[in-house]
């Protein structure tokens, strides 16, 4: 009975295996590594076969944890009234999990009649409005209106080099800011998350330079 109990346990991981090659997507194929890993451990534990045991067990682990992690990142996610807009309108390129991580990292601050970025000098965090207009100008010269959603100091943050432009709260400000170690260091959470922030980044300086 034993001989051929093992031989199905084989045969099913085998056939696990088998189709973790056709399928794609990347929660059903981890789901699908489980199954044969569990056939596999079942096989060794008839057979006494300690090293079929064991890395069977690493493999069943760590495939454990990842279908745990898509599987919370994957579920329906709230988001606060006040938050809302911006996600779906300047942050959709990142998941509700990774945006919500990147929104709690940030420091909000306010600011009011003063200079919140001044031309020719460096900056190591970025930006984005809240609430209230900023104002970006060179020498005095009007370029435009930031609002809400619109992020300032990237040129800087991104190039590592001084800014560009003045930037000028003429009535209260709400803005948030994020220094380039919080963006950094978030890739031990989020490995994509910088590269989808520069991206959205990216976007907002084509609309500047088309409205400037």
């Known amino acids: 009975m034993n001989i051929e109990l093992h031989n199905i346990l084989l045969n099913l991981y085998y056939v696990g295996v088998a189709a973790a090659f056709l399928v794609r997507e990347i929660f059903w194929l981890r789901i699908v590594m489980i199954f044969a890993a569990c056939c596999v451990i079942s096989y060794g534990v008839i057979t006494s076969n300690t090293t079929v045991i064991i890395w069977n067990s690493i493999f069943l682990t760590i495939n454990s944890v990842w279908v745990l992690r898509l599987y919370i990142e994957r579920r329906p996610i709230p988001l606060d009234d006040d938050i809302r807009d911006l996600y779906h309108t300047i942050f959709s390129e990142m998941s509700k999990q990774e945006f919500l991580h990147l929104w709690k ?39 435009l209106y930031l609002g809400r959603g619109k992020f300032f100091a990237e040129m800087s943050f991104l190039t590592r080099q001084p800014a560009s432009a003045d930037v000028t709260a003429e009535e209260e400000v709400t803005y948030i800011s994020w220094s380039r170690h919080v963006v950094e260091h978030m890739k031990k959470v989020y490995p994509e998350l910088p590269q989808k922030l520069q991206l959205i980044i990216g976007k907002d300086l084509v609309f500047k330079l088309q409205s400037s």
């Open 105 to 143: 990292q940030g420091t909000i601050k306010k600011g009011e009649n003063e200079t919140l970025c001044k031309k020719g000098e460096l900056y190591n965090s970025v930006s984005c409005v809240i609430s209230g207009n900023v104002l970006v100008h060179k020498s005095d010269s009007r370029v």
